[in-house]
């Protein structure tokens, strides 16, 4: 059952993901990768991570999603149009190849790495199977909650300095010039 | 239950199509978009392996990612939107003033 | 006290060359003949107690200068006998030259006459430091002093070409001397470990006498003596000497003929035991000498400029006086450099004369008649003349006629050789001739103006007659003529019932002093005691062959060989000259290749710049100019320039302003990363 799960999600996962890739219209990508965040979702549930997966949702999935969603309504983004003419050198099609070219090569680099790692056998750091007797301690929001405010607590006060910088930032870049 | 190595398997694929599409893509959302799916992807692998290990610390870390990458979302939409305002277009090539 | 004896003209060196801008030319004229007059003063105090006999020679040491190792060298200064004579000449002619300055560089501005004045004062103090040094080093700064004072006076005019050619021409000779100077001067420092005078020659003393060859001693002093050739205009480095009568007539007179040119004669006298050491370096002296007397003496027959006669008349001179040092007649080479330092400042003081009376003229062929206008000038140019022609009982017979007897029958140090006496001998007739042609051109005869209006560089009398030398000019000129008659008479030889008084003087110079030589060290008592009684030469271990009766009749006989010389020589002058000039053009003409010969100096400057100046030249312009400086050095430098640029434009190609080329780099660099951890 949940390896059925798991396929499931990991199918909607990747193809919705290369659909936000792939296709054109800006606001297609945006709903695809809410779906995409969805299967995550669900992915972190079979992990045995709920407080994550409910975490994703509200935040990715409710936030940052819908945030773009509003710059896309907001900017009208057409269509994408073709590449402009006077630009030439690295980018355009041969850009293009590049990039493509890339990321292939990184994807295989990281399938081959990830197999070598895994499937060479076990490790202590680096078990091939979750063990069952993990699920309950690695589920429990007050472990998650204990951790995060004693052992991370600087970093957590850190991070919300950070956001009240992000919002600064984002309300003075956006600022209409007079 | 699915290896872990599955659950890297995957990440690493997301991770590669996110990749592809910071490079391919003209649309700075979009491109945008892609890096939100690069995070996603570093994040399940975090998430992973901390079951893997009977810890809480994968979940702690995808928690600060996730909080960075909605400030980073932020702070980067606020400067498409002030390109727009600028030029008109959204495609990363019209911006090459820092070009030699 | 010694001190101030070079440092008086040096006070006023500096006087006049930082406040001599602003001084009138009376004071900055003045003060350069105080300083000088002063120095003479002084000389004659501090040399006094050296003039009667059991004097001691006095040394001062100023201050510790070079302190390194095994090599010591103090700046100390030596007061013996002949440096005695020697701060005499050069601060008694030296003031005389200085007076009469005064008057020949009257039409100077006020900052060009005091620079003239504050260089000859430099130069005084520099010639002092030369003679007085008690070491090779102390020498060594004078010798580089007077060479650089020598450039800046002789072009003195500097804004004309062919006297700031003639300063760097003088300068360069005199630095290839120099090179050979050191290298004797650092080898000397090798095989003795000292460089004070007494310690070498001292040293030297110690070890037998090199007769069989090329030993430490004759390289030094061979090495020694190139220098002397450079800074003494000998063969082959004479050739600035007539270029540099360029300068100012006066300069010509103090340094090119009474003063700097001996330096090389001086420096000799002063090393006289380690030279002894040396028999095979005596003989190439002797025979350079000679030769170089020769030649000197055929160039001046034929030059038409007045100065050019008398400049290659110093050379040959010169000549003379390395022949002396040659054979070992040490007392006589500084014998005739004394003389010689009278009657040839009086020759060109007084040729300066004529030259400021003809407002710049300084062609033969363009004088003439000057007798009637010049009076005082004349009769002084004819002492000189009759001086260095040799003539009987004036100063110049005394002290060539001694040295052309000691070439004839040998001293101590070498066995004397008639060849060279013959050569000597025919030089004298050379000198006895072109002296008075010089005479008779330009005193005698008809006027023979090119044009009476005054030109050139004398600024213009725009006088109708000539006007004789006043009197600024006219005393110097009248005081040396005296002084070319009496001086010899220090110096009349035994064989003319005299006691060869200057020889007994300065001998104590010439040895080793505190060294019992066998049979007692010979005192100046004693050696002059020996003198005073011509006999057989008995005494002491080694010395005076020249008393014997035969020796005395072979003297008189080689004095009145000269004599007849001197006269014959005013004959062909006379002859030539004064009676029938057109027989002088005919002989020309008929040797007019011998003449142009003559007249181009033997086509030596002309050969030394096909040999080594334009190769020189050639190869500093095509391989260290152009290959070397421009590929080489600049090139390279300019290459890394566009090494870096051209390294830079394809470098920044990389900033190609679109944000997915960067990404694609990072991600390029990450893959690359990753790569790598993955295969180690």
Redesign the interface.
């Known amino acids: 059952m949940?390896?059925f799960a798991?396929y499931v999600f990991?199918a909607i996962?990747?193809i919705a993901?290369?659909l936000?890739?792939g296709q054109r219209n800006?606001m297609y990508?945006?709903m695809l990768?809410i779906t995409?965040?969805g299967a995550?979702a669900g992915?972190?549930v079979l992990?045995?991570?709920p407080?994550?997966a409910v975490?994703?949702i509200i935040?990715?999935a409710g936030?940052?999603m819908v945030?773009?969603l509003f710059?896309?309504m907001?900017?009208n983004?057409p269509r994408?149009?073709p590449?402009?003419r006077a630009?030439a050198?690295?980018?355009g099609p041969s850009?293009?190849r590049?990039?493509?070219v890339?990321?292939?090569?990184?994807?295989v680099?990281?399938?081959?790495?990830?197999?070598?790692?895994?499937?060479g056998g076990q490790s202590d750091?680096?078990?091939?199977?979750?063990?069952p007797?993990?699920?309950e301690?690695?589920s429990?929001v007050a472990?998650?909650g204990r951790?995060?405010f004693t052992e991370?607590a600087f970093?957590f006060e850190v991070?919300s300095v950070?956001?009240l910088?992000?919002?600064v930032?984002?309300?003075?870049?956006?600022r209409?010039e007079h | 239950?699915?290896?872990?190595?599955?659950?890297?398997?995957?990440s690493?694929?997301?991770?590669?199509?996110?990749?592809?599409?910071v490079?391919?893509?003209?649309?700075l959302?979009?491109v945008?978009?892609?890096i939100?799916?690069m995070l996603?992807a570093v994040?399940?692998t975090f998430?992973?392996?901390?079951?893997?290990?009977?810890?809480?610390?994968?979940?702690?870390i995808?928690?600060?990612v996730?909080?960075?990458?909605?400030?980073?979302?932020?702070?980067g939409?606020?400067?498409?939107?002030?390109l727009?305002?600028h030029r008109e277009?959204?495609?990363p090539?019209?911006f090459?003033s820092l070009k030699w | 006290m010694l001190l101030l004896i070079p440092l008086l003209p040096f006070a006023g060196f500096v006087v006049n060359a930082f406040l001599g801008r602003r001084l009138p030319k009376s004071v900055s004229g003045g003060i350069a003949c105080l300083v000088m007059i002063g120095a003479f003063l002084v000389s004659v105090v501090s040399a006094w107690p050296l003039l009667g006999h059991g004097g001691h020679p006095i040394e001062q040491v100023v201050f510790d200068w070079l302190s390194s190792g095994a090599l010591r060298v103090p700046f100390a200064l030596r007061l013996d006998q002949l440096s005695s004579l020697m701060i005499l000449v050069v601060t008694g002619i030296g003031s005389l030259i200085h007076i009469y300055s005064v008057g020949y560089m009257h039409e100077e501005t006020d900052s060009e006459y005091a620079r003239y004045f504050s260089y000859l004062n430099l130069f005084a103090s520099f010639m002092l430091v030369l003679v007085l040094g008690a070491s090779f080093p102390v020498m060594f700064v004078g010798w580089e002093g007077v060479g650089l004072c020598s450039y800046l006076l002789i072009g003195f005019y500097y804004a004309k070409q062919s006297a700031a050619d003639a300063g760097k021409k003088a300068f360069v000779v005199n630095r290839i001397g120099d090179f050979g100077f050191i290298l004797g001067m650092l080898l000397i420092f090798v095989t003795f470990e000292t460089l004070d005078f007494q310690g070498v020659a001292a040293a030297a003393a110690l070890r037998a006498p090199e007769t069989l060859g090329m030993g430490v001693m004759t390289i030094a002093t061979l090495l020694l003596f190139v220098g002397a050739t450079g800074k003494s205009a000998q063969l082959p480095l004479h050739v600035w000497l007539p270029d540099a009568m360029e300068g100012p007539t006066p300069v010509s007179a103090l340094i090119h003929a009474a003063t700097m040119v001996t330096a090389g004669v001086y420096m000799i006298g002063r090393n006289a035991v380690l030279f002894s050491h040396a028999p095979m370096t005596l003989e190439i002296v002797a025979g350079i000498g000679v030769a170089t007397a020769l030649m000197a003496g055929t160039i001046g027959l034929v030059q038409n400029d007045i100065k050019r006669v008398l400049a290659y008349s110093t050379v040959s001179q010169l000549g003379y006086m390395f022949l002396a040092m040659g054979v070992g007649a040490y007392a006589a080479g500084i014998f005739h450099l004394y003389t010689h330092a009278f009657f040839k400042a009086l020759l060109f003081l007084g040729s300066g004369a004529v030259i400021h009376a003809l407002a710049g003229e300084q062609d033969l062929r363009n004088m003439g008649g000057l007798k009637k206008y010049l009076p005082v000038t004349y009769w002084t140019f004819l002492i000189g003349a009759l001086a260095i022609a040799g003539v009987p009982f004036l100063s110049g017979f005394f002290s060539k006629d001694e040295i052309l007897f000691k070439t004839f029958v040998g001293t101590e140090h070498s066995h004397g050789s008639k060849l060279l006496w013959v050569i000597g001998a025919m030089t004298s007739l050379l000198t006895a001739i072109y002296m008075f042609r010089l005479v008779f051109l330009t005193f005698h005869g008809e006027r023979r103006a090119a044009a009476v209006s005054s030109h050139d560089a004398h600024g213009g009398h725009g006088h109708g007659a000539p006007h004789d030398a006043p009197p600024s000019m006219a005393i110097p000129l009248v005081v040396l003529a005296i002084g070319s008659v009496v001086a010899g008479f220090v110096g009349v030889p035994h064989a003319l019932g005299g006691h060869n008084l200057i020889e007994g003087f300065l001998e104590p110079s010439f040895e080793v002093h505190r060294t019992a030589e066998a049979a007692g060290a010979p005192t100046a008592e004693a050696v002059s005691e020996a003198r005073a009684v011509p006999l057989t030469g008995q005494g002491e271990a080694g010395e005076a062959t020249h008393a014997a009766p035969a020796d005395v009749a072979t003297e008189r006989m080689l004095m009145a060989v000269s004599t007849g010389i001197a006269v014959a020589g005013i004959g062909v002058a006379m002859f030539f000259w004064l009676r029938r000039p057109a027989a002088a053009a005919a002989l020309e003409r008929q040797f007019s290749g011998v003449h142009r010969l003559l007249q181009n100096k033997y086509y030596l400057d002309e050969i030394y710049n096909a040999v080594i100046v334009q190769p020189i030249k050639q190869l500093s312009t095509g391989a260290l100019w152009k290959s070397m400086d421009v590929g080489l050095i600049d090139g390279t430098v300019n290459g890394v320039g566009a090494g870096v640029q051209g390294f830079s434009t394809s470098l920044r190609?990389l900033q190609?302003g679109?944000v997915?080329?960067y990404a694609?780099s990072l991600?390029?660099g990450?893959?690359l990363i990753?790569?790598w951890y993955?295969w180690s």
């Open positions: 949940d390896t798991f990991a996962a990747v993901s290369l936000v890739v800006p990508s945006v990768l995409s965040f995550l992915l972190y992990l045995d991570a407080f994550t975490t994703q935040i990715y936030a940052i945030l773009f710059v896309v907001l900017l983004v994408e149009e590449l402009p630009i050198g690295m980018i850009g293009m590049i990039g493509a890339l990321s292939l090569l990184l994807g680099e990281m399938l081959w790495a990830i197999s070598h790692l895994t499937l750091l680096l078990p091939n199977d979750f063990r007797e993990y699920a301690p690695v429990s472990n998650i951790a995060l991370h970093a991070t950070l956001i910088v992000a919002m930032g984002a309300v003075v870049l956006a209409k | 239950m699915v290896p872990l190595s599955h659950y890297l398997l995957l690493g694929l997301l991770f590669s199509i996110g990749t592809a599409g490079f391919l893509r003209r649309n959302i979009t945008l978009l892609s939100e799916i996603n994040n399940l998430v992973a392996v901390g079951r893997a290990q009977g810890t809480v610390d994968g979940q702690i995808t928690f600060f996730m909080t960075v990458a909605a400030a980073e979302a932020a702070v939409l606020a400067i498409v939107i002030a727009f305002r277009t959204l495609s090539d019209a090459t | 190609r190609t679109s997915r080329t694609a991600f390029l990450a893959a990753l790569g993955l």
